[in-house]
């Protein structure tokens, strides 16, 4: 009866979430050499997003992160969808750029780290690549393992409108993350990985909750974590809506959905 009972709370907790019009900043669509048992195409990932009560998710393809950007870009256009904002990959490569510029992005994910696309985001490797995300106000997602705390500040410094959203910050963060962001106002990060005991309402009775975005790392993850976090966290209505989905769609420049 016990189980019964505490399924039960947790059901009824999650399913608060349906009201929430979550947007999910963390999530990545299509066959995977590396991840392939977990790997989803469309219909996997929008059945899962249902799962959770995710309306929205910005998703980016596994072919642009481990393979080719050109490649994982023709592949996701093709996953077009309205539940599914694109990330589209590139690298500081002018031809790539070009393309890029003519899809017209709202969002990308880029791939420095040296076992994935191995590129400087120094001015002398990156700058133009870099100033054309930040002139033309692109969300760039990036996973914090893929640059040093220190490239970050140096990132923030010679790109100060860059908005930059880590993604897979971990509880031990904190200390340099914290600075960063009272340094740098365009400096965001997900919850996907930010899980440590009442870590989440800390910062956000600390700093606020308006460069916070919930993400899952769908299809590594089950969103189950992050949201389970979110759901219990002691902090407002309004602070909850905000990091579900509000924050992520005032940078996207989407309204709420109907």
């Known amino acids: 009866m016990r189980d019964a009972a505490e399924n039960s709370g947790t059901e009824t907790l999650l399913a608060e979430a349906a009201d929430w019009d979550l947007f999910d900043v963390n999530a990545r669509v299509g066959p995977s050499g590396v991840h392939g048992e977990l790997a989803l195409e469309k219909p996997g990932l929008l059945e899962e997003m249902d799962r959770f009560f995710i309306r929205h998710a910005l998703v980016s393809h596994w072919a642009g992160e481990e393979y080719d950007p050109a490649v994982g870009n023709e592949a996701l256009a093709r996953e077009a969808d309205e539940r599914l904002t694109p990330a589209w990959a590139v690298l500081p490569n002018a031809e790539l750029l070009e393309a890029l510029a003519a899809r017209k992005p709202k969002a990308v994910r880029i791939t420095p780290g040296p076992t994935q696309h191995n590129f400087s985001l120094a001015k002398w490797g990156a700058g133009p690549m870099l100033e054309f995300l930040q002139d033309n106000a692109v969300l760039t997602l990036m996973v914090r393992n893929d640059i040093a705390w220190g490239e970050v500040a140096s990132l923030l410094e010679n790109f100060p409108r860059l908005r930059l959203v880590l993604l897979d910050t971990g509880y031990r963060a904190d200390r340099y993350l914290f600075p960063l962001m009272d340094r740098f106002p365009n400096l965001y990060f997900d919850s996907a990985t930010y899980l440590a005991h009442r870590q989440l309402e800390s910062v956000v ?23 389970g976090v979110l759901a219990s966290a002691r ?21 709420a959905s109907a």
Not at 206 to 226: K, M, Y
Not at 235 to 255: F, P, Y
């Open 205 to 227: 009775n600390e700093r606020g909750a308006e460069r916070i975005l919930f993400g899952s790392r769908l299809p590594l993850f089950t969103p189950a974590s992050s949201l």
């Open 235 to 255: 902090i407002s209505d309004a602070d909850r809506l905000a990091i579900a989905g509000g924050n992520l769609r005032r940078l996207l420049g989407l309204g």
